[in-house]
């Protein structure tokens, strides 16, 4: 309830939405505090000096991954590639379902998937 109130949030999904970003968001932040090399490079997901979220929707996805190493890897990836909100959380999912595991090989690389979705929007 008290989540609601602060927050806006009036739906369940909504509330744990805010609590993911939340989580995402101050992980990134302290990381990026720690490795300047990383705090260029996450200013994609989010404004280091005021703590604005920039993309909301890609936080929350990321702040559903357990395994900080791997958001972080996930993170980094993203903020490289700069993929549009819809690609990025779909390949999110993917590698979750996925377990995460660089080993495997099915979910294709945030790359390709980009290149994909730019030779399908774009060119038709």
Known sequence: MAI?????ARS????????????????LRRIAAL???AAARLSWLI?????????????AELGRI????????????LCDVKPPTKVAINW???KR??????SK?????????????HSSHLTS
């Not at 609601?4 to 806006?8: E, P």
């Not at 404004?47 to 936080?59: A, I, K």
Request: proline letters at 3%.
């Open 4 to 8: 609601a109130r602060s927050t806006g």
């Open 12 to 27: 369940r999904r909504s509330q744990q939405d805010f609590l993911y970003r939340l989580k995402a968001a101050h992980l």
């Open 35 to 37: 490795r300047s090399s």
């Open 47 to 59: 404004d280091l000096e005021t703590g604005r979220c920039l993309q909301p929707s890609v936080l």
């Open 66 to 77: 357990n395994d900080n190493r791997a958001m972080l890897r996930l993170a980094l990836a």
């Open 92 to 94: 999110i999912r993917q």
């Open 97 to 102: 379902r996925e377990g995460l595991d660089r």
């Open 105 to 117: 090989a099915s979910t294709p690389s945030l790359v390709t998937v980009v290149a994909k979705w």
